[in-house]
């Protein structure tokens, strides 16, 4: 803004809206995709096969692209004084069906293995434990897009994220857990979709992918299963999924898709209205949200009491 004065910042008519796929992304045997995309409002289509968001100096769409490997489709729309549309983005996914549900996962390169601005790098070898200046203890969150496909090959959520590190000490293992948020930025601020066999909520702001901490090459499953043992119980606890991920096209193992412990998933589940009243506490005194008077307080009481 600027009061009294011209404003000197670009006008836009708008936002273009994406770009239309003719074959949305998903899990393919055999054959080939022979895929079109189209601009119902108009506009020049510029398209990447490498994962980056397309810009203008992308390639433009004129003809149908023919798609026979795990290829990941990414197009935008452009036109003289608009804002580009949102990245559309598709993975296609060939070979044996996994018997397990899929997760794409879709990032600019560099956002994830740029030595210098990379989510997944570990720093030079030399470095001994714990890798001091490794990425991957930066809290950084990068611009992401993120696919759920059903094992019969249906698209539950296809959708703009943000993607960081999840966990704390596993952050050094090969195989990183995921943090996925929605957010208003990359299209949505939450996710419609049911992602959770022993949930009835269609609405998510926010998921985990975890392998299963430090001992990720060990026990895989253990800790979903473990928590899965108070489904019967009022505790609260974080319901799991296991699924297949791939990353840009790439198969990068198996996770466990995970409820995400935070604010809205406890007002959820308690049926709170407002998060942000929410107390949230981390081992006795590390406080996350709001204060942890009464929980000191507590504690206080069990101490005198004996409980």
């Not at 956002?111 to 070898?125: A, N, Q, R, S, W």
């Not at 929605?182 to 049911?194: C, L, T, V």
Request: charged residues 20%; hydrophobic residues 35%.
């Amino acid at each position: 803004a600027t009061p009294g004065a011209v404003n000197s910042q670009t006008a836009y008519e708008g936002r273009m809206d994406s770009a239309v796929f003719s074959t949305p992304g998903g899990w393919f045997t055999s054959g080939t995709v022979s895929l079109s995309l189209s601009a119902p409002g108009g506009g020049t289509i510029r398209y990447t096969l490498d994962c980056t968001e397309p810009t203008e100096a992308s390639p433009e769409f004129i003809g149908p692209i023919d798609i026979a490997e795990n290829t990941v489709v990414r197009a935008r729309v452009f036109k003289e004084g608009y804002l580009p549309s949102l990245v559309g983005t598709e993975s296609y996914l060939f070979g044996k069906k996994h018997t397990l549900n899929v997760i794409s996962l879709v990032a600019d390169p560099v956002g994830l293995f740029d030595k210098e601005k990379g989510l997944l790098v570990i720093g030079p070898k030399k470095l001994r434990y714990p890798y001091k200046g490794a990425n991957f203890w930066q809290n950084w969150e990068r611009p992401a897009h993120v696919e759920y496909f059903s094992v019969d090959g249906k698209t539950i959520l296809s959708q703009g994220a943000g993607l960081q590190l999840q966990g704390q000490y596993s952050r050094m293992q090969d195989q990183k857990a995921f943090k996925i948020t929605a957010r208003n930025a990359y299209g949505a601020d939450s996710f419609e979709a049911p992602l959770f066999p022993n949930r009835t909520f269609t609405q998510y702001k926010s998921f985990i992918l975890r392998t299963s901490g430090q001992d990720t090459n060990k026990t895989r499953y253990r800790d979903a299963l473990l928590t899965s043992l108070a489904a019967a119980t009022s505790v609260m606890y974080q319901d799991a999924q296991p699924v297949v991920v791939y990353l840009n096209g790439k198969y990068w193992g198996h996770y466990n898709m995970r409820e995400r412990l935070h604010k809205y998933s406890i007002a959820q589940r308690m049926g709170w209205k407002d998060p942000d009243k929410i107390d949230i506490v981390k081992a006795n005194n590390s406080v996350v949200q709001g204060s942890n008077k009464t929980f000191e307080q507590l504690l206080d009481y069990v101490k005198k009491n004996g409980v």
